[in-house]
Antibody, heavy 117, light 107 residues
Framework: QVQLVQSGAEVKKPGASVKVSCTAS????????ISWVRQAPGQGLEWMGL????????HYAEKLQGRLTMTTDTATRTAYMELRSLRSDDTAVYYC??????????WGQGTLVTVSS | DIQMTQSPSSLSASVGDRVTITCRAS??????LAWYQQKPGKAPKLLLY???RLESGVPSRFSGSGSGTDYSLTISNLQPEDFAAYYC?????????FGQGTKLEIK
């Protein structure tokens, strides 16, 4: 069965970077993209960006351009999301989700990133 | 960017009721609309895609309709497990924006 398993919770200081991983199983990794979505405490869902599992092409949300990098390692079937220059308003649960022909059909369990001095 | 306006932001209903949540896109999205359910502390779960197509395993009391810019999610015969937050999302063009969400609470 399709599974996306994310790395564990992180606590970071303002200005630091965080890198979250998302390891896929149960499907052909290169046939689907991976999107990252975040949710601040008590807030709605915010789409961050998308990376192709086929060729690594990326598309980032404009507000995160310059601070966000998404990568994949096809050998380990893992996608990574790195966010730099962290601020307190980056505190959120970060989700990876599989993007197929339609929309996001499988999601990781979420990774809480807390930014605090 | 395409803006998604979802309403209402919250809704109270009873078990057995029928409720409808609406979502309006700032431009036509050609039925490229999905609905998700999210329970506290859990990842969102895909309910419907292509505006009206039910994801495998989702109960038939969930239905979707709409076209152009206006879409809706209807839940018939509400069950206790349906009380959750619901989000629409357009996937017509990136950025793949979400609606603000609707919190469905027990009356």
């Amino acid at each position: 069965q399709v599974q996306l398993v994310q790395s564990g919770a992180e606590v970071k200081k303002p200005g630091a970077s965080v890198k979250v991983s998302c390891t896929a199983s149960g499907y052909m990794f290169s046939s689907y993209g991976i999107s990252w979505v975040r949710q601040a405490p008590g807030q709605g869902l915010e789409w961050m960006g998308l990376i192709s599992g086929y060729n690594g092409n990326t598309h980032y949300a404009e507000k995160l351009q310059g601070r966000l990098t998404m990568t994949t390692d096809t050998a380990t079937r893992t996608a990574y999301m790195e966010l730099r220059s962290l601020r307190s308003d980056d505190t959120a649960v970060y989700y990876c989700a599989r993007k197929g022909l339609n929309t996001f059909d499988y999601w990781g369990q979420g990774t809480l990133v807390t930014v605090s001095s | 960017d395409i803006q998604m306006t979802q309403s209402p932001s919250s809704l109270s209903a009873s078990v057995g009721d029928r409720v409808t949540i609406t979502c309006r896109a700032s431009q036509g999205i050609s039925n490229s609309l999905a609905w998700y359910q999210q329970k506290p502390g859990k990842a969102p779960k895909l309910l419907l895609y292509a505006a009206s197509r039910l994801e495998s395993g989702v109960p038939s009391r969930f239905s979707g309709s709409g076209s152009g810019t206006d879409y809706s999610l209807t839940i018939s015969n509400l069950q206790p497990e349906d009380f959750a937050a619901y989000y629409c999302q357009q996937y017509y063009s990136a950025p793949f924006t979400f609606g603000q969400g609707t919190k469905l609470e027990i009356k």
